[in-house]
């Protein structure tokens, strides 16, 4: 299928590793030009090498903390200067700490706060003015199963990618008349370092092997496995290609099952 994402220049943000990677590798496939950033550098610079070998697109890598004002106006002055223009923005961060309510101070929530949300607010708030002049822009946010159907022990998680899901919707509406979609990915378990880190926190808390935290959550999902990156990938080129030009305010979810909600 031809996504139509020759010549497009997209910006996917938490990309060196994970869900971000794989979704970087599936829009070079599909032919766009990559902007890339993390806070990590080696692997940074190894992923943007291997995607520049592989698909034969442009890629600019730069080390930059979403989370930060000074990191969010380097990437997109980076990006602009590279390219001209972001076609597509993937809105992508690794994850707060797990833990119940009276563990995190307010300092915790403010940092939860600019990882998932501001970062998302800010990143948007940059491109946006250029996707409305052109009259064309996708921008997919990758959010969590939490958002739409809570899980235990992830408040801060819990919360803040729910406020990203109102921020989209409202959005979406707002922008619909220039040709600009928005719209939520809600990966469920998934194999990444995020999962396997809160794998290694459930198992010790309950004083179990790793592999227990697998087998209780494989149990929970109807197709009886965790998904793989490349497969939430699949769904964000899907969403930032020229064929879902009428999905717009979506929150769709990529779970094998997991979230029991008709809505």
Known sequence: MDLGLKGKVALVAASSKG?????AEE?????????????????????????????GVEVLDLVADVSKSAGRTELVAA???????????????????????ESFSADAWEAATRLLLTSTVELTRAVLPGMKERRW??????????????????????????AVLGFARTLANEVAPFGITVN?????????????????QAAEKRGVPVEASYESWEKEIPMRRLGEPREIAALAAFLASERASYITGGAIAADGGWIRSLL
């Open 27 to 55: 829009l070079a496939v599909a032919g766009a030009s990559l902007i890339l950033c993390a806070r990590g550098e080696p692997e940074l610079r190894r992923t943007a090498d291997e995607i520049r070998t592989s698909a």
């Open 79 to 101: 990006a602009t200067g590279k390219f001209g223009r972001v076609d597509i923005l993937v809105n992508n961060s690794g994850g707060p700490p797990s833990g119940p309510f």
């Open 137 to 162: 822009g996708r921008i997919v946010n990758v959010t969590s199963i939490a958002a739409k159907q809570p899980v235990d022990g992830l408040i801060l998680s819990n919360s803040l990618r729910a």
């Open 184 to 200: 939520n990915i809600l990966p469920g378990y998934t194999k990444t370092e995020r999962v396997e880190s809160l794998a290694r």
């Open 19 to 23: 869900i971000g990677r794989a979704i």
